[in-house]
């Protein structure tokens, strides 16, 4: 199985400042033939389901505001929230699906 | 807009097994290439893949569940079912469906199931 490692569990952000989480992979995601990522990102709010945020490592879903991004490539990944607003208090988690889907434990944001 | 329901008991006792269905409404479950998902989570704990069917039959499943989980699909009903057997506390957890599809985009409200004698 990959595993899926987050980082940090939790954070304390203020209001309007950057959040960034860091999601690491036991072994690449990218598939060869089409050299996508295989990474997708959710938020997920108490007493609800995950809400995908991103998928391909980087391509935002429709209605996501522009403030949440991802990148990067291979086995290293971010989500970035560039100006923190209330309603992104949440557990976010990164998730492979390059191979048996595994997710990251999740990180907690909170704010400061 | 698809729209996904999960249904079953949400108590089972140890060593039976948990039946759950997922109902989808919005759309055919047999349209596109999809995998028809479950997912589980414990209280205060992340998410764990349990595993998925595609409508052609073919399934997948976690390893550390697959001698006890079975899948199946209705495509006439539009829907796609979990069975785990011999559960045990452990196995306490809500589970969702989702529509697998570059991740998961559609999601159930999930439905908790507690394993208790």
């Known amino acids: 199985d990959i595993v899926m490692t987050q980082s940090p569990d939790s954070l304390a952000v203020s209001l309007g400042a950057r959040a960034t989480i860091s999601c690491k992979s036991s072994q690449s995601v990218v598939f060869s033939s089409n050299k996508k990522n295989y990474l997708a990102w959710y938020q997920q709010k108490p007493g609800q389901p995950p809400k995908r945020l991103i998928s391909w490592a980087s391509t935002r879903e429709s209605g996501v505001p522009d403030r949440f991004s991802g990148s990067g490539s291979g086995t290293d990944f971010t989500l970035t929230i560039s100006s923190l607003q209330a309603e992104d208090v949440a557990v976010y988690y990164c998730?492979?699906?390059?191979?048996?889907?595994?997710f990251g434990q999740g990180t907690k944001v909170e704010i400061k | 807009q698809l729209h996904l329901q999960e249904s079953g008991p949400g108590l089972v006792k140890p060593s039976q097994t948990l039946s759950l269905t997922c109902t989808v409404s919005g759309g055919s479950i047999s349209s596109g290439y999809n995998s028809w998902t479950w997912i589980r989570q414990p209280a205060g704990k992340g998410l764990e893949w349990v595993g998925h069917i595609f409508t052609s039959g073919n399934t997948n499943s976690n390893p550390s569940l697959k001698t006890r989980v079975t899948f199946s699909v209705d495509t006439s009903k539009n829907q796609f079912s979990l069975r785990l057997s011999s559960v045990t506390a452990a196995d306490t957890a809500v589970y969702y469906c989702a529509r697998g599809n570059s991740g998961y985009d559609y999601w159930g409200q999930g439905t908790l199931v507690t394993v208790s004698s």
């Open positions: 998730q492979q699906y390059y191979d048996t889907p595994t």
